[in-house]
Antibody, heavy 122, light 111 residues
Framework: EVQLLESGGGLVQPGGSLRLSCAASGFTFSSYGMSWVRQAPGKGLEWVSGFSGSGGSTSYADSVRGRFTISRDNSENTVYLQMSSLRAEDTAVYYC???????????????WGLGTTVTVSS | QSALTQPASVSGSPGQSITISCTGTSSDVGGYNHVSWYQQHPGKAPKLLIYDVTSRPSGVSSRFSGSKSGNTASLTISGLQAEDEADYHCSSYTSSSTHVVFGGGTKLSVL
């Protein structure tokens, strides 16, 4: 069964850091790009970051560029989101998602994790 | 990158058909055939319903269909059922550097 499982969320003070993890199983993880998508309380979905399957070029939303870093470990079938200089507006449920087309993180996402909650508050 | 525009809410009665719109620009919805639709029940992860404007993943009911005209994409749900009550999100490929943009989401109420 294809699965994604996020972890690492929690309560962090403004200006703090947190690293989210997304463990993949049931498919050839190394062949796929991946995305992180977040949803603030009561709001819509917001794409945060992603990378392509081949070559691994990365991209970030304007709201997180320079503060968040996406990376992957193919030996662990895991994608990470390192978040720093966190702000109250980063409070959200963070989902990792697998693309429909392995190489292209931006053409739709067919597998989603259950999400992990990040709360930025003093 | 501005979000795509969706109505905040729509409603319908069981058995009816409803349509949810998703309006963008020629840089996203209108310029590419890579619009996706997701269903999200409260407290749950999004589920892909439609990709590439009209394609349905295996296992998704044929009651869900997608279309596009100009800069506006649409999701139609026919034979509305109580379990269709959920939030619906559209997304599109965009020529901006991020390559992905979502709509604000639409809450569907089945009366």
């Amino acid at each position: 069964e294809v699965q994604l499982l996020e972890s690492g969320g929690g309560l962090v003070q403004p200006g703090g850091s947190l690293r989210l993890s997304c463990a993949a199983s049931g498919f050839t993880f190394s062949s796929y790009g991946m995305s992180w998508v977040r949803q603030a309380p009561g709001k819509g979905l917001e794409w945060v970051s992603g990378f392509s399957g081949s070559g691994g070029s990365t991209s970030y939303a304007d709201s997180v560029r320079g503060r968040f870093t996406i990376s992957r470990d193919n030996s662990e079938n895991t994608v990470y989101l390192q978040m720093s200089s966190l702000r109250a507006e980063d409070t959200a449920v963070y989902y990792c998602a697998r693309p429909v087309y392995a190489d292209y993180y931006y053409y739709g996402m067919d597998v989603w994790g259950l999400g992990t909650t990040v709360t930025v508050s003093s | 990158q501005s979000a795509l525009t969706q109505p905040a809410s729509v409603s319908g009665s069981p058995g009816q058909s409803i349509t949810i719109s998703c309006t963008g620009t020629s840089s996203d919805v209108g310029g590419y055939n890579h619009v996706s639709w997701y269903q999200q029940h409260p407290g749950k992860a999004p589920k892909l319903l439609i990709y590439d404007v009209t394609s349905r993943p295996s296992g998704v009911s044929s009651r869900f269909s997608g279309s596009k005209s100009g800069n506006t994409a649409s999701l139609t749900i026919s034979g509305l059922q109580a379990e269709d009550e959920a939030d619906y999100h559209c997304s599109s490929y965009t020529s901006s550097s991020t390559h992905v943009v979502f709509g604000g989401g639409t809450k569907l109420s089945v009366l």
